[in-house]
């Protein structure tokens, strides 16, 4: 089991780094949804996107209704690092493939979502993950946790960069099936949406239950463990107050060493990205485009 | 203070000079077969070695992006992105691995050597700064001649060539601006180095290493101490053509 999970860890980063490299084209025909002088391409090499993917999930966890949907389709238990894996590549698609590419990607998600659809067990109330509602909180969980986390941990963008980055991915939004005028469009616009949805929101047991694996996968080896439980900690720390309460997390503010130290795992972890094969060479394709781009 | 972190070495092939000295530390502390062999090469070769240095120093596990000037480091948030948060740390494990046999697994050594392919060159603006925070003058002026183009990587800086004003040909050692304090306080988090470590050398006394590493890296950092080693060595009778150092 312990090794097991261990190989879990380790293939975490192996097919997330495959699916950065596959996601970024090598001869882009185009630059695609956002190109190399956007906010995005910039946030999404930020040190603190694992901090943001988890945080991400535990926003979109409480809508539940998108939560009933995971729970019921997508069979994450039986393979959680393939779930992970199969968004993390969705993400690098859209990211950096050239527009056509992208589009198709997103076409194919909007056709998966066309079957999934069934009842929460805890509400009654039935659920079609293409709904907009859903597709929109998840999308507004993501942009908001890319904020917060590298706000907290990372680069933080100044407030203009970060509402250039909320009106970018509107493109995202819309590429998922939310029609755009309901999508918000800056930094005020996501706090609004999530105040309005804030009354629908809560820890179902599929949550709780969903969350609490993610956070303390059992018989985790030790080293890898400390690493997670950093990840872990950050994501907490960042998430707002009564999303905390709402699971019964307990999160003291953060000390500025307990600050550094969460920094310094995630560089070292970052450096285990790097060392998968072709990470390097796509990282570097990525910034001479950006740099070049900037001088532009 | 002001020339800790710049040292100019007096000699034909002066980038050798360091190189040497930094495995002979090596080679006492150490007992690493790999170092010693390129040690030896080193001393024999003299300044033949200097054409050659950039291989040199890749036997020796430093091999750098040297040519990569198109991905140079522009700034010092660059120099922080890419040795901060534990990176030179790491780098620095990965340079006191490549003399160990058999320490590491075949991933973790990947994984290190990557990260050293991943550090680029300082950019010749970047290089300048650093030099005029030091000396107080830009390099052109510091220098009677200065070769804009970096030589050799020093692990956490790099070599450049140049004539003093007095006509000496010298190679330059420029640190990266801001890495001292950066890896010194990385080296702080004692429980994250405990940590890496029981992943890339299980087999080792954990703590034996965490002090080695700290020893040899806050000494690797002060440049102005290995001047000071090179002075010494270059005064031991039966040196070979030893240059001495500049403060």
């Known amino acids: 089991m312990t090794a ?5 860890a380790t293939a975490l980063i192996e097919r997330s780094a495959a699916a950065y490299v596959s996601g970024v084209p090598e001869d882009a025909a185009d630059d695609g949804l956002f190109g190399p002088a956007s906010v995005t391409w910039r946030v999404s090499s930020d040190l603190a996107s694992p901090v ?4 991400s999930l535990l926003m979109q966890a409480l809508h539940p209704l998108a ?5 019921q389709h997508s069979g994450w238990r039986r393979d959680p690092v393939g779930r992970l894996a199969t968004t993390s590549a969705y993400l690098a698609t859209i990211t950096f493939g050239e ?5 198709r990607a997103a076409a194919r998600v909007r056709r998966i979502h066309d079957h999934v659809r069934g009842a929460d067990t805890v509400t009654g109330r039935p659920y079609a ?23 907290a941990f990372g680069t933080p963008l100044s407030a203009v960069d970060s509402d250039r980055y909320v009106a970018e991915m509107m493109v995202a939004a819309e590429l998922a099936g939310v029609p755009r005028p309901l999508v918000p469009a800056s930094v005020a616009g996501l706090e609004r949406y999530i105040a309005s949805v804030r009354p629908e ?9 969903s969350m609490a694996y993610l956070l303390d996968p059992p018989g985790l080896d030790g080293e890898v463990a400390g690493f997670w439980q950093d990840v872990r900690d950050a994501a907490i720390a960042v998430l707002p107050e009564w999303a905390r309460q709402m699971y019964g997390y307990s999160a003291p503010p953060l000390s500025p060493g307990r600050r550094a130290g969460i920094r310094q795992s995630l560089g070292v972890l970052d450096a285990m990205f790097l060392g998968e094969p072709g990470v390097l060479e796509t990282r570097q394709r990525l910034t001479l485009r950006m740099r070049t781009a900037r001088s532009a | 203070m002001k020339a800790k972190r710049l040292l100019a070495t007096v000699t034909a092939g002066g980038a050798i000079a360091a190189l040497a000295l930094a495995l002979l530390r090596r080679r006492g502390r150490l007992r690493m077969d790999r170092g010693r062999a390129a040690l030896r090469l080193a001393m024999r070769g003299g300044a033949r070695y200097a054409a050659s240095a950039p291989r040199l120093f890749a036997a020796a596990g430093e091999q750098r992006q040297l040519l990569r000037e198109d991905m140079a480091l522009q700034t010092a948030e660059d120099v922080a992105d890419t040795l901060g948060t534990m990176k030179g740390v790491m780098m620095k494990i990965g340079q006191m691995a490549s003399y160990v ?3 590491l697994s075949p991933g973790v050594r990947r994984t290190l050597s990557r990260l050293q392919d991943s550090v680029p060159p300082m950019s010749g603006e970047l290089t300048a700064q650093v030099v005029r925070e030091e000396l107080g003058l830009p390099p052109e002026r510091a220098f009677a001649r200065w070769d804009p183009q970096p030589i050799a990587a020093a692990s956490i800086g790099q070599v450049h060539r140049a004539v003093t004003l007095d006509g000496r040909a010298v190679a330059v050692k420029v640190q990266y601006p801001g890495i001292a304090e950066t890896i010194a306080a990385d080296l702080r988090n004692v429980a994250l180095l405990r940590r890496m470590l029981r992943i890339t050398a299980p087999a080792q006394d954990v703590d034996a290493l965490i002090a080695e590493l700290r020893d040899r890296v806050l000494e690797d950092l002060d440049y102005r101490r290995e001047a000071a080693n090179q002075r010494l060595l270059a005064a031991c009778p039966g040196a070979p053509r030893m240059p001495s150092p500049m403060p």
Do not use: I, K
Request: glycine content about 12%; some cysteine; proline content about 4%.
């Open chain 1, 129 to 151: 993950a293409g709904d907009p509602a859903l597709l929109l909180w998840v999308h507004v969980a993501l942009v908001q946790s890319s904020l917060a986390a590298s706000w």
């Open chain 1, 52 to 55: 943001a993917g988890l945080r």
């Open chain 1, 99 to 103: 527009r056509a590419v992208a589009e």
């Open chain 1, 4 to 8: 097991d999970l261990y190989g879990t």
């Open chain 2, 101 to 103: 046999d058999g320490g």
């Open chain 1, 201 to 209: 929101l809560r820890c179902t047991p599929a949550a709780a239950e």
């Open chain 1, 67 to 71: 939560m009933a949907g995971v729970d």
